[in-house]
C-alpha cells in the first residue's frame, strides 16, 4: 500500500519511526522529511549548496516548488493517509486535500492538538501507534480481499 504521513518537523523522529516501522511491513512510504529538498526542522532551508536560505524565498524557490508538488500529490494520490498530531497548517492542508480526494485518513492523537471542527476529516483517530499499525494492516487485507473478488467476479 501507498502510504503518505502528514505531519509537523517538530514530530520528525515519530514519522522516522512509523516510515520504518510500515516499510518493514513492505508498505511504499512517502515521507516529507526524507524530500525536503532544503527544507530543514525549524523553518530553515538550505539552497543547492547546502548553504542557509531565507525559509520565504525556499518556498517560492525551484526546490519549494518540488516539496509542494512531493506533498500535495502524496497526499492525493496516496492509498491512505497518516496524520501525527499535533502538527500544523500545512499537514491540516494536506490533511484537507486527502480528505476531498476521498483518501482514507488515520490520525495519531497526541495532547496537543488543536484542530477544531476539521478533525472530522479523520476517518480514524487512534491513541496508539500500535493501534494504528493494526488498523493499517487490516484495511490492506481489506483492499486485497476486494481485488481479489472483484477480479474473479
Known amino acids: 500500500m501507498r502510504i503518505y504521513i502528514a505531519s509537523s518537523w517538530k514530530n520528525q523522529h515519530?514519522?522516522?519511526m512509523l516510515t520504518?516501522?510500515?516499510r518493514q511491513e513492505n508498505h511504499e512510504v512517502l515521507s516529507f522529511i526524507e524530500n525536503s529538498h532544503g527544507e530543514q526542522k525549524g523553518h530553515e532551508a538550505l539552497d543547492e549548496?547546502?548553504?542557509?536560505?531565507?525559509?520565504?524565498?525556499?518556498?517560492w524557490s525551484p526546490r519549494g516548488s518540488?516539496?509542494?508538488?512531493?506533498?500535495?500529490d502524496g497526499?492525493?494520490?496516496?492509498?491512505?493517509?497518516?496524520y501525527?498530531?499535533?502538527?500544523?497548517?500545512?499537514?491540516?492542508?494536506e490533511i484537507g486535500a486527502a480528505w476531498g480526494k476521498g483518501v482514507p485518513i488515520f490520525g495519531l492523537w497526541s495532547k496537543g492538538e488543536q484542530s477544531g471542527l476539521?478533525?472530522?476529516m479523520i476517518t480514524q483517530w487512534f491513541d496508539s501507534y500500535a493501534d494504528l499499525l493494526?488498523?493499517?494492516e487490516n484495511v490492506e487485507t481489506e483492499t486485497r480481499y476486494k481485488a481479489k473478488k472483484d477480479h474473479t467476479d
Open 75 to 82: 497526499a492525493t494520490l496516496s492509498d491512505l493517509v497518516i
Open 20 to 22: 520504518a516501522l510500515l
Open 14 to 16: 515519530a514519522v522516522e
Open 118 to 120: 476539521m478533525r472530522r
Open 49 to 59: 549548496d547546502q548553504k542557509p536560505m531565507d525559509f520565504t524565498d525556499w518556498i
Open 84 to 93: 501525527i498530531s499535533p502538527s500544523g497548517s500545512d499537514a491540516w492542508a
Open 134 to 136: 493494526v488498523a493499517v
Open 66 to 72: 518540488f516539496s509542494f508538488i512531493y506533498d500535495t
